[in-house]
């Protein structure tokens, strides 16, 4: 795998990721390198048990973007969104569980517009999905379900106030 070239393409895509809107949901952006695949994450510090290490953190909340040698031979970038231990998020009390049935529950109301999505998963993915990897537009397509993400961050936030300590 390319790895110098599909960061520069993951970096091209965040490019088309109205800055105002991250700033207004809490939002911040990353591409790198995270188990061998080129990824982006998308993720609010708030949604996490360490602030100081957002990424990092034993308990998270981010979607991603990613691709890889694998994904890469089935022609494929794939995507999803994470809930990695909730417990240890010290301002909420919470079951992953509980907050992946409630996601997805109000996920229904957005999920035709996602390509290949499944929420058929554990509680730590809430939903995952793929889209057809073309050469030609990686950069629009990254965008473009980066901008999904961003209509459905308010679910996220209105599922944790639920919970709330």
Known sequence: ???TFYLRKFQLATSGIPEEILCNNGLKLSVDIVLESVALKV???????DPQSPLDA??????SV?????????KKIYYNIHALKLRTLKAYKISSRDFAQNFRKEFLEYQKEWPNVSVN???????????????????KDI??????????T????????????
């Open 1 to 3: 795998m390319d790895y």
């Open 43 to 49: 993720y609010n510090p708030e949604w996490n048990g």
């Open 58 to 63: 034993e308990g998270r909340i981010f979607f």
């Open 66 to 74: 990613w691709l890889n040698d694998e994904t890469i031979r089935e």
């Open 121 to 139: 998963y554990g509680p730590l993915t809430l939903m995952q999905g793929w889209v057809e990897l073309q050469e030609d537009s990686i950069e």
């Open 143 to 152: 965008c473009e379900l980066a901008q999904l993400f961003l209509k459905i």
């Open 154 to 165: 308010p679910v996220i936030d209105r599922i944790l106030e639920l919970y709330k300590r």
